[in-house]
């Protein structure tokens, strides 16, 4: 599908602010918080467990119904559908705790008063009866018991048994990955405002709005088109609010339905870190295979996902992180083991790269062991063994990777980074300087860009053409600081060749383009964005009709370009060929949809196309390490990203700056830490770090890979760039482990770890 118009205004593709960017700084941008209170609105607080693993025998709630402002203690008797807040329909996930609490956090209840202080306060008084079980809370005890949220999901090439007794050489690993919080600036919230004969209107920091709709429906027990879900924009999601933001959204629409007044639901950041999800922690087994030269001959690996105590989104993440394992690398025999074990932890979901960047830590450690039994250096085994070229250009499951593009990014991450001289740099600062090291490291990306799960890679989008010429958009992605809405309404407004201007962005709504999917995987743009053009490539050959009718030329001498329609030494500005049209009776309104071309899966055979296209980017990293406290930086950072023909580049720059920072965190600084009772102590910035302006390396350079258009069919040849950034903060563990001189390195790379490396 190639629909792009002829002769442009060239608004796509060019570095514009953020359409909010001004209402951020100013204070001036709105979010679900700020909607001003309706006379009556209630607000609520959850009621949390204080306990990891216990059988609920009851929940006494008379202290707080009795409490002053309170008008309703919700639990799940007072759910008039079905406690189940599943996103994959699977039993066992609760709105409320039944009958067994599963993690120290989880809700248990809820309470609604006449203000938010007196609905915790009254939350605070309610006690649960229970019997207390043994909780679960590491990944190898809930790995012996044998306690899998869903059966292995095994990927394989080869014979791999083969193929490790006869390589000349093999080694063996171990490692783990932590979790991380998605510590988004605005917490979970919603609104929930009744209306006439039983609507809702749910205002929800979301993700996901036909996801709480319908999950919010479940709860009611009604049907999807009595509740409306509304999302301007967020403070942030990261993952962390597609699946958790529609529980929450649920929350709230109950106590809306049940008191009949408008409800509003904010978790404290400490109620938010509780109760709300994580990105999976990861633990690692492997053996490989390999020859003299490098070449990875046989691969047989175990990856383990810490769900938690439900299933949640695990599935798309192993998957993700199973098919993403060697990354940009062949081996010709492989085996990957990717499970999902329960324990008494808070559910784990999606987090920006969707099990992508616990999945690429695989061969990025097997190559750093291979490379330290041959006395080479990563770099070189990891070009040795890059797909494409002298190696197969296959990925296990039978996707063609791009192997020019692989050495192409990492050739100029190289060049940009001056390798070679900051190598040099390096050793001699080490060999002059006995208690800090400095250490340099490198990653290169291949990311697959769609949804895994099929009926997921689908966008819908509303365009109204005013009379006047102003220009109405609307589509099912959902802005969170991303730059999704502006890239958006910058391919509208070059389909119809008018300035940006006349494109008026308006809030993501199941009222006005349904059954969307969540804006996540990277695919935001590519499926919205697709579909807002088409929608606006219909009006604008009704425009072209009506014009050569008008002037009694042909349509294919009409051009829309600079505001105005032309043909010959004809004129008509875009507002007055619009006047024209309405006049004619001709329809300026058109919805779009879209769906993704080619993908297919076989989830038994572990083949397909699960992919539209891959992403490629590389990355370089210097880091510095104080040997007597472990405490370490990042001195330097340089980033190489594939963005195909960006549409922004201003926001993509902005995106792969962030991204990269957020993976840095989770790698080195942001520690999630439950104490032997499986309570959660890390509820808040003064218990769990997050980078900060200081954690940004001192040198930052990132250059998009340029004269690189998509080869697939994206809109107008873009490339995702939200999540695959993140993954180049590999290069600064990769540092880590350069600087420590060790192989195995945990992450995240505390100053702890970093003292226990160096004394290993």
Same mark, same amino acid.
């Given at each position: ?58 929940? /006494? ?34 709105? +409320? ?18 203000? %938010? ?35 292995? #999901? ?13 390589? @000349? ?64 924009? #967020?403070?942030?999601? +990261? ?61 047989? !690996? ?39 074990? *329960? ?63 692989? *050495? ?63 220009? *109405? ?28 201007? %006349? ?10 383009? @349904? ?26 050959? /009704? ?23 032309? !043909? ?38 572990? /083949? ?102 998509? %080869? ?11 999540? @695959? ?22 992450? @995240? ?12």
């Amino acid at each position: 599908m190639d629909t792009n118009p002829p002769n442009l205004t060239r608004t796509a593709g060019a570095p514009l602010p953020h359409d909010s960017a001004l209402a951020h700084c100013t204070g001036q941008a709105r979010f679900a918080d700020d909607i001003p209170d309706i006379p009556g609105t209630l607000h609520a607080a959850l009621i949390l467990a204080d306990t990891a693993h216990a059988r609920l025998l009851a929940l /006494r709630t008379d202290e707080a119904r009795a409490h002053p402002g309170v008008v309703a203690v919700l639990t799940p008797a007072d759910i008039p559908g079905s406690n189940d807040i599943s996103p994959a329909h699977k039993p066992g996930e609760h709105l +409320f705790a039944e009958s067994e609490i599963l993690h120290w956090g989880q809700p248990l209840g809820m309470v609604v008063a006449t203000t %938010r202080d007196a609905a915790i306060a009254a939350a605070k008084t309610v006690t649960a009866e229970v019997e207390k079980l043994p909780p679960v809370l590491s990944i190898e005890a809930a790995l012996e018991a044998g306690d899998l949220l869903l059966p292995p #999901m095994v990927m394989t090439t080869g014979d791999v048994d083969q193929a490790l007794a006869t390589a @000349p050489r093999t080694l063996s690993g171990e490692f783990r990955c932590g979790g991380q919080e998605h510590f988004y600036l605005e917490g979970q919230i919603c609104l929930a405002i009744p209306g006439e004969d039983g609507d809702l209107t749910l205002h929800s920091s979301t993700q996901h709005p036909t996801e709480v709709q319908h999950i919010a429906a479940r709860i009611l027990g009604c049907d999807y088109n009595r509740i409306t879900v509304q999302t301007r924009r #967020m403070g942030g999601g +990261f993952g962390g609010k597609e699946s958790n933001a529609s529980w929450v959204g649920a929350a709230a629409a109950l106590a809306a339905h049940r008191t009949g007044r408008p409800v509003k639901l904010r978790l404290s950041r400490k109620a938010d870190m509780a109760a709300a999800a994580k990105r999976h922690p990861f633990l690692y087994r492997w053996k490989a295979g390999f020859d003299d030269t490098g070449r990875l001959l046989a691969l047989d !690996a175990l990856m383990v996902a810490d769900g938690g105590h439900t299933l949640d989104l695990s599935t798309g993440v192993v998957f993700r992180a199973v098919t993403h394992a060697l990354n940009a690398l062949d081996v010709p025999h492989i085996r990957i083991d990717g499970r999902v074990v *329960r324990t008494n932890t808070v559910s784990n979901t999606a987090f920006r790269g969707f099990g992508g960047p616990q999945g690429v830590l695989l061969t990025e450690d097997v190559v750093r062991h291979l490379a330290s039994a041959l006395g080479s250096t990563p770099e070189a085994v990891r070009a040795r063994n890059f797909a494409g070229g002298e190696n197969n250009d296959k990925t296990p499951y039978g996707q063609t990777l791009e192997g020019d593009l692989i *050495r192409r990014v990492w050739a100029e991450a190289e060049s940009l980074s001056g390798w070679d001289a900051r190598r040099a740099t390096i050793d001699a600062f080490n060999a002059a300087h006995p208690y800090k090291r400095r250490g340099l490291g490198s990653f290169v990306l291949a990311f697959g860009i769609s949804f895994g799960v099929q009926s997921m890679n689908q966008a819908g989008a509303l365009v109204h053409v005013y009379a006047d010429g102003s220009i *109405r958009l609307n589509h099912g992605g959902t802005e969170m600081g991303q730059g999704l809405f502006i890239k958006v309404a910058q391919i509208v407004a070059e389909t119809f060749g008018v300035p940006l201007s %006349r494109v008026r962005i308006t809030a993501t709504s199941t009222a006005e383009v @349904p059954n969307t999917s969540p804006t996540a995987a990277s695919t935001g743009t590519d499926l919205n964005g697709w579909a807002a053009q088409i929608a606006a490539t219909a009006i604008r050959a /009704r425009m072209i009709a009506a014009a050569a009718e008008h002037w009694s030329v042909d349509p294919a001498d009409i051009t829309l370009a600079d505001d105005e329609a032309r !043909a010959g030494n004809h004129r008509l500005g875009f507002g007055e060929l619009a006047r024209l049209c309405h006049a004619k009776r001709v329809s300026l309104s058109a919805a779009g949809h879209y769906k993704t071309p080619g993908l297919s899966w076989d989830p038994v055979a572990m /083949r397909g196309e699960p992919f539209f296209y891959f992403s490629y980017g590389a990355s370089v990293a210097e880091v510095e390490v104080d040997t007597l406290t472990g405490e370490h930086r990042c001195t330097g950072a340089w980033l190489v990203q594939d963005c195909g023909r960006s549409l922004n580049p201003a926001v993509d720059l902005g995106q792969i700056e962030g991204a990269f920072v957020q993976g840095l965190g989770w790698l080195t600084c942001e520690e999630l830490w439950w104490d032997a009772q499986g309570r959660l102590r890390t509820l808040g910035p003064s218990t769990y770090k997050i980078p900060g302006s200081r954690d940004v390396p001192e040198v930052f350079e990132v250059r998009l890979l340029a004269d690189a258009p998509a %080869r697939a069919d994206t809109i107008f040849r873009s490339k995702a760039v939200g999540e @695959p950034p993140l993954m180049l903060a590999t290069a600064v563990w990769n540092a880590l482990a350069d600087a420590a001189g060790v192989g195995r390195l945990d992450a @995240p790379v505390t100053p702890e770890r970093m003292l226990e490396a160096f004394g290993s």
